[in-house]
Structure formats: structure tokens, C-alpha cells
Nanobody, 119 residues
Framework: QVQVVESGGGLVQAGGSLRLSCAAS????????MGWYRQAPGKQRGLVAT???????SYAGSVKGRFSIARDNAKNTVYLSMNSLKPEDTAVYYC?????????????WGQGTQVTVSS
């Protein structure tokens, strides 16, 4: 079995910073891309940032220059450093990982972590 668990959410004032972590565990042969998505109340879940196994990154336009994604392949962990946070960044943040547990790659999602930015 594979688990993906996020941590690091919380309440922060506008202009502040937070760092999210996401660790994959269980029967893992390899991990392809890992990423962060977010869903605000009344909105669809959308991409925040992704990173390939080789370290190539991509970002949503709204977070470019403020957020940074990184991963530690030895720990099967992905991080999201969020700076200059704005109230519109408030959402539940979900981690996604493309994991091969022996039966081909499939998407795994974490349970989500709440990020609230106060004005």
C-alpha cells in the first residue's frame, strides 16, 4: 500500500511564509512527477506547482516568483515553500504523486492541508 501525507499548513498573515511537506511511503518502486494542487471554497482544484523526478519545475502564473517547489528523492518527499502569501492563496492544498508500486504508475493524493492567509 502507498500513502501520501501532507503537513505544514496553518494560519498566517498576508505577506508571511509557510512551508508544506508531503511524504510518500509504502511499497514504492519509483516516483515520477510530484506536485501541489489547491482548492478554495466554491472553486475547482487547480495546479499550483509540479516537479519531475529530474527536478524540472512548473508553476501556476499566480504563484510564480512567490512559491518554490523542491523534492528529496531519497526521502520520497516534496516541499512547497510559500512566500509573500496573499489572502487569495487561502485553500486546501493537496499533494499529488505519480507512483509505481509494482503495477505501473498511478496518481496518489494526500488528504489535504488547510492554508489560511488573513488580511
Amino acid at each position: 500500500q502507498v500513502q501520501v501525507v501532507e503537513s505544514g499548513g496553518g494560519l498566517v498573515q498576508a505577506g508571511g511564509s509557510l512551508r508544506l511537506s508531503c511524504a510518500a511511503s509504502g511499497t514504492i518502486r519509483s516516483i515520477n512527477a510530484m506536485g501541489w494542487y489547491r482548492q478554495a471554497p466554491g472553486k475547482q482544484r487547480g495546479l499550483v506547482a509540479t516537479i519531475t523526478s529530474g527536478g524540472s519545475t512548473s508553476y501556476a502564473g499566480s504563484v510564480k516568483g512567490r512559491f518554490s517547489i523542491a523534492r528529496d528523492n531519497a526521502k520520497n518527499t516534496v516541499y512547497l515553500s510559500m512566500n509573500s502569501l496573499k489572502p487569495e492563496d487561502t485553500a486546501v492544498y493537496y499533494c499529488n504523486a505519480q507512483i509505481n508500486s509494482g503495477y505501473g504508475f498511478r496518481d496518489y493524493w494526500g488528504q489535504g492541508t488547510q492554508v489560511t492567509v488573513s488580511s
